[in-house]
């Protein structure tokens, strides 16, 4: 990553995803990082936003970088979602400890609701089988811890103690 000396740096990283990233937006969401997802704006935009809001730049695309000298960003790699989560979860030092805090739809907070508020919004077996449920503000959308994120976040979890 290019890093920009800036006492911001030290802060929790906040990212913006250029378009061809809307997978990975989400999971960042999903482990509580606040991340802009924008798509069909100018790629001049797209970098006085991120300095703006003090984003780091999430990109497939090197001549975006070049050409607009891009301060702080990272050049994702791979087509696929799962490396380019463990790409940006390496790189840029991120945890999970913020899980389920951010909305991956919108990038809203997620407060958490009772139980019994959520029974007719979720399939039964949801309901049956998981006890905390996260509702956004903006968006209304629940979210609860399901296994398959579980999965994921554990292995990226173990990342960090490889490396
Ligand atoms: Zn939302």
Not at 54 to 75: A, N, Q, V
Not at 83 to 90: A, F, G
Not at 127 to 145: D, V
Request: glycine share 2%.
């Amino acid at each position: 990553m290019n890093h920009a000396s800036s006492p911001a740096s030290l802060a929790r990283p906040k990212f913006l995803a250029d378009e061809m990233l809307g997978r990975l937006a989400k999971w960042l969401r999903l482990l509580g990082y606040d991340t802009a997802y924008v798509s069909g704006i100018a790629d001049r935009d797209l970098v006085s936003l991120a300095e703006a809001e003090d984003r780091i730049i999430l990109t497939r695309d090197t001549s975006l970088i070049l050409r607009k000298r891009c301060r702080r960003y990272i050049f994702v790699r791979s087509d696929h979602w799962r490396e380019q989560l463990e790409q940006v979860y390496r790189e840029a030092g991120l945890n999970c400890e913020s899980m389920l805090t951010l909305c991956a739809l919108c990038n809203s907070r997620l407060q958490q609701v009772e139980k019994a508020s959520v029974e007719t919004r979720v399939p039964p077996y949801v309901y049956h089988t998981q006890e905390s449920f996260y509702e956004c503000k903006n968006c209304a959308r629940l979210f609860w811890p399901a296994t398959h994120v579980s999965r994921i976040l554990e292995e990226l979890s173990s990342i960090r103690e490889e490396s």
